[in-house]
Every structure is written in C-alpha cells, then in structure tokens.
C-alpha cells in the first residue's frame, strides 16, 4: 500500500469511530466509553506516525505542513474537551460533533491537497513510505509504552 | 554594507533554520500539555493571555513593562558607577531590575501562548526571540542575587549584557510584528460593496453550514441558521485561516486552523487566538438570492471613508 492509501484508510478508522460515537443514544453510556477511548487510542497512533514518518518526508513537497500541525493541535484540544465532558452530560455529543468536524476537516483536506502534492515524490517513495507507515502502526498497537501512554493520558483528562 | 541589508540577512537567516522545526513541535506540546492540565480553564487562561478581552495582543503592551524598567535601571546603573547618581541610586536601578523581571515573566507568558499558533518563518524568528528574552531574564536574575550580595560591579555588567540580548530579542519581535504579521489583522477590510449585492441563491444554502462566497475577489461566509442568514468575512483574522472551510459549534464559526471562534451576528471573537472581529456584512434576500452589503462599522466609519476618497 502507498503512503496515502494507508493513511486514508485510518482516516477513515477515526472517521468511522467518531460517527458511532455520535449514533450513540443516552442509553449507550459504556459503549461512549468504550468508543472515546478507542477513539484517543486510534488518534494517538495517527499523529505519531504522520509526525515521524509521513510529514518529514514531505516537507519538501508539500507547504501545509504548518497547518497539518495547527489542525492535529486543535484535535487535541477539543478531544480533551470530550474526555472531560461526563458520557450522561447533555452536551457531550455537542462536543463530539464539533470533534468530529475538526477530524473531518483536517483530513478531508489531507487527502485533497497533500496527498496529492506527496505523489510528486514518485510511486516507489510512496509505497516505500507506506510500509515504514504500517510497519510502526502495527508497532505501536503493539507497544506496551503507547498503551501506558494512553491510559495516562485518559486518565489525566478525566481527572481535571 | 548598510545596517539594514545586515539585518535582514541575519534575520532571513533565522527565518530559513529549519533544524529549529523538530525541538519548536517538541515546546509546544509542552505549552499545550501544560494548558490541557488546567482542564475546563484552558481556554479562558489562553484567551486572556492572547488578549481577546482587549482586541489586539496582550504581549506587545506587557513587553513596554520590562523594556522600560531595564532601560531606566541601565541608566541609574551608569550614573551609579560613575559616582554621579547620589544616595538610593543603586537601590532605585535595583528596584528597576526587578520590576523588569517580573514584567518579562508576565511578557514570556503570553508570548509563548501566542507563539503555539505561529507558522513556519514565524515560528523560528519566535523561537529565538524567546531564547535571546530567557538568556536576558537569567542575567538579570542573577544580576539581582548579586545585587543582594553586594556584588554591585558584576551585577552592572550582568544587566547590561542582558540589556542588550534585550535589544536583539527586541529586533526580532518587531520582525515577528511588523514584518511576519504576527499579532496583525489578517481580516480583509474593504469597504465594499457599499450597496446590496447578489452573492448567492438562498436555494443553495443549508441550514447550519457554512457557505464560502465570493464578492469582488474577496472570501465572504454565509451562514443559514433559525432562519436568518448571517454574512461574515471569510479570512480569519488571526492569520488569514480559510473560515468558508469553518464549521459552526453552538451557533458560532470556527476557524479550521487554529480553533477560534467568531459570534455571527457581532463578528466578536467568542474564543482565541483571533484577538480582533470579523468584519460584518448586512443580508437581505430578493427574488430568492441573497444580497450583502458591507457593514462599516461606526467607529472607523469616517477614516475609512477619509481614506478611501482619497485615494480616488
């Protein structure tokens, strides 16, 4: 798989996450759970492997770097917004939405615009990034800091 | 060679140093993690240290703090020394030294609160700015302890040596501001069109979504929503974010950069890092299309139109 492809396809993982999320009804209180903390699991993974593998290697060909960075931050901010919320509060699925345009947007964007300017670096880059890109996803699915990383990291928005 | 060409040399060269990129991503998750550990005060803490209650940033108003406290205690440091100052000149210069400490404290804050939201050149011209300013603070830190120990000639040539990183730092904040557009109105404010104009059909506006148009070159968002349709302007701003490519959380537009938030009906930044208003168009609908005229605002009302009929 070419370095698009792979990062498409967890795009849509995350896009996928968040429309459950927001088919959930206030019985469904442990699925929003369980669906939030996949959700900052998956999204964990995601910005590190962009930000290791995928962004370096096209920083020469693409200029929406910046923004890439400044829409992954804004992610961040508004998921810590969503753990925060209570699962049984009436604007948790306010929040959701509102995460869920940004994830939206930020990849939308990706993959009309520099996806595109990526293909510039050849289809052999490519599909040599795109094993490096699925090599360390399935690294850090597996890898027991990731996932003591993340349990802190759910724990820590929980709490304040 | 001309002091200028000499400067921008040094600071093109600061604005191009890419191996600043990795450590500048590293600082700011810091600054972030720090924010998201005040939890539910995370966004007013950055939103009053961007300075949305004051419309333009906070950071060059609290920067005079340091620069003018320093800049006196430099001079009370001179007389001091030449002998020249009489009784209570060191204790004044002392006193200048550490009102400027905590005013560079209070300055660092909210710079680095705005620097998270910088791009590219920016970004690196910050960083050093904020290096050059935190090597200042040290000296004059220590300048002040050796001040206590009665280390008065150490404690002079400390100041000064941090007075002048001060004066660099000072340069590549006026790069950042006047030059890079940091902390500017990236907002396009024309006073057109003066008069209704059709920019759409209402047939092709949805409820709730944000509707990109464009009148006369310039990027203009309509907004469908309870049955009025709101017309703001479509460039943020903070830093020219594309708000046609916005979306709307509890009825207020978001900017899909940087996350800032604008009242419809006002233009009113509801949250940063936009310190300044969207301007405001007025809507009516005729025949099923709708026409927007541009809102000139009533405090800039006549210097606008000074300027404009000047130029004609």
């Not at chain 2, 949305?52 to 440091?77: E, F, K």
């Amino acid at each position: 798989m070419k370095a698009d492809e792979v990062l498409i396809a967890h795009h849509d993982v995350l896009r996928g996450l968040l429309g459950q999320l927001r088919e959930t009804t206030d019985g469904q209180l442990d699925r929003r759970r369980h669906l939030r903390a996949e959700f900052l699991r998956e999204v964990e993974v995601h910005t590190q492997i962009e930000d290791e593998i995928f962004y370096p290697a096209v920083s020469e060909v693409s200029p929406l770097l910046s923004v890439a960075h400044a829409e992954h931050r804004q992610i961040d901010d508004q998921l810590a917004t969503v753990m925060r919320t209570p699962v049984d509060d009436p604007e948790f699925l306010v929040e959701v939405r509102m995460l869920e345009a940004t994830l939206r947007h930020h990849a939308a964007e990706e993959e009309a615009e520099m996806f595109p300017q990526a293909h510039t670096l050849g289809e052999d880059r490519l599909e040599e990034l795109g094993q490096q890109l699925q090599d360390r996803q399935a690294e850090l699915a597996r890898s027991g800091a990731m996932r003591w990383m993340v349990r802190l990291k759910h724990t820590v928005l929980r709490l304040v | 060679m001309s002091v200028r060409s000499l400067l921008e040399r040094a600071t093109a060269a600061v604005e191009r140093w890419e191996l600043l990129d990795a450590p500048g991503y590293q600082v700011e998750h810091g600054i972030s993690l720090t924010f998201l550990l005040t939890g539910r005060w995370a966004r007013p803490l950055q939103d009053a240290l961007h300075g949305v209650w004051l419309g333009h940033p906070l950071h060059p108003a609290l920067v005079a703090v340091p620069i003018g406290a320093w800049s006196t205690a430099l001079v009370l440091d001179g007389l001091d020394a030449a002998g020249r100052g009489g009784p209570g000149v060191g204790q004044a210069a002392r006193m200048g030294v550490r009102v400027g400490v905590v005013g560079a404290a209070a300055a660092a804050a909210t710079g680095l609160t705005d620097w998270q939201h910088t791009h590219d050149a920016a970004r690196r011209v910050g960083m050093v700015h904020a290096a050059l300013n935190g090597a200042a603070l040290g000296l004059y830190g220590w300048s002040l302890a050796d001040r206590s120990r009665g280390r008065a000639t150490r404690a002079r040539v400390s100041a000064a040596t941090g007075y002048l990183l001060t004066v660099a730092s000072g340069h590549l904040g006026g790069t950042l501001a006047h030059r890079l557009g940091i902390g500017g109105d990236h907002a396009v404010r024309t006073a057109e069109p003066r008069t209704f104009t059709a920019v759409a059909e209402q047939a092709d506006l949805t409820e709730g979504v944000p509707h990109p148009v464009d009148v006369d070159g310039v990027p203009v968002v309509l907004v469908a929503e309870d049955g009025a349709v709101h017309a703001v302007a479509g460039s943020c701003p903070h830093l020219g974010g594309p708000l046609g490519e916005g979306w709307l959380h509890r009825g207020e537009l978001v900017c899909p950069w940087h996350g800032s938030r604008f009242d419809l009906a006002t233009g009113e930044p509801a949250q940063g890092p936009s310190t300044a208003s969207l301007p405001c168009f007025d809507v009516r609908t005729r025949d099923g299309r709708v026409e927007v005229r541009r809102r000139v605002p009533r405090r800039t009302a006549t210097a606008l139109t000074t300027a404009e009929e000047a130029s004609r």
